[in-house]
């Protein structure tokens, strides 16, 4: 059986609290259960091969234009779809960071290469990155902010590497897979236009606690790039479930905004726990927290029914790395219990 590469795995475990994944503690919002149960309804007709309705509701939700999305059976569709469709030869990747963009470019790609993160800048990227920006390259992944250390990048840094990349045309793609846990506002969800080289990828997974359903989307005002893409993308990717849910997310603001106390209230009891017992905590600007600590400490937890996520497989980390989501205080209690044993 293969290595399992992500957090999650409660079918091959006992696990009473998953803490190797980080979906919002606070659970589908009704409106989204409410609207996956009437979808029961269209279980006899194809889904919208053109997700008309989803689009219109996630173009108001972010003020963008209709045009400029592309939607995909989660994000981990859309990363592969890039790849297939353009093959870079050469493509810049920001370690640690998500396995899925390795995943993604490494066969398709000539050349990927990686700019590790230093632990002594908390594993946040630097001004320094602008010097790997080299004319050769043909595309830049980053995340914003990243996985598995929860750092958000500098506003003003991010700006200025998308503006080089363009001068060097160097596509950019950005993952704001959790930008929604952060405090206010670093998307760059309205620069789409002024920055065509950039490719912004986000997923309602997180945010509204729905991996099952599987809804991603891109956005980018390059529409040839969304034209070329979609070609390597199946038919009625999106089910009718994913587009109902997808539509009723846009609905939910006040759950959002409710959410992002819940994470800044829990993150911070968290910190201040881990620092209590002596943990090695990494500052997080979202909802999940990277640690240090003793090796196999998920092996000991796991008897105890708790997942961490073992980040040892992620690229510039080794033993005694984990990634601690955010869950309810309950849950969080239980964790910080378990660890003074």
């Not at 149960?37 to 997700?51: F, G, Q, T």
């Not at 929860?150 to 596509?171: F, H, M, P, Q, Y």
């Not at 209590?276 to 909802?287: E, F």
Request: charged letters at 30%; glycine letters at 4%; a negative charge.
């Amino acid at each position: 059986m293969n290595e399992t590469i992500h957090g999650g795995d409660v079918y091959r475990n006992k696990v009473n609290i998953d803490f190797s994944v980080s979906i919002n503690p606070c659970g589908v919002p009704a409106k989204v259960k409410s609207a996956l149960n009437d979808a029961l309804d269209s279980l006899e007709k194809y889904p919208d091969i053109h997700c008309e309705k989803l689009t219109k509701a996630v173009a108001r939700m972010l003020n963008v234009e209709e045009e400029n999305f592309v939607f995909g059976n989660g994000s981990s569709e859309l990363f592969m779809a890039v790849a297939n469709t353009y093959k870079p030869k050469k493509v810049l990747i920001a370690e640690p960071s998500f396995y899925g963009y390795e995943y993604a470019f490494e066969e398709k790609s000539g050349n990927v290469i990686y700019y590790y993160l230093k632990e002594e800048d908390n594993y946040r990227l630097t001004k320094d990155f602008l010097n790997a920006l080299t004319d050769d390259l043909d595309f830049i992944i980053l995340a914003n902010p990243n996985n598995p250390t929860g750092a958000l990048i500098d506003d003003d840094l991010l700006i200025e590497i998308v503006k080089t990349a363009k001068d060097k045309n160097i596509r950019v793609i950005l993952d704001e897979c959790f930008i929604e846990f952060t405090e206010g506002y670093h998307s760059l969800v309205s620069k789409v236009d002024e920055y065509p080289n950039l490719c912004i990828i986000r997923s309602f997974t997180k945010i509204f606690a729905i991996p099952g359903v599987r809804l991603g989307y891109f956005v980018c005002s390059d529409l040839s790039f969304n034209e070329a893409v979609k070609k390597h993308l199946p038919e009625w990717n999106i089910s009718a479930f994913a587009q109902a849910a997808g539509c009723a997310c846009t609905e939910c603001e006040d759950y959002v905004e409710a959410s992002k106390t819940v994470i800044r209230n829990e993150r911070g009891y968290l910190l201040s726990e881990f620092k209590r017992l002596g943990i090695k905590a990494y500052d997080s600007d979202c909802n999940f927290i990277l640690i240090k600590d003793a090796e196999k400490l998920d092996e000991d937890l796991l008897k105890e029914q708790i997942l961490l996520r073992n980040c040892s497989n992620f690229k510039g980390l080794d033993d005694g790395y984990y990634r601690i989501a955010v869950r309810t205080h309950e849950e969080n209690c239980k964790l910080i219990e378990l660890l003074e044993k």
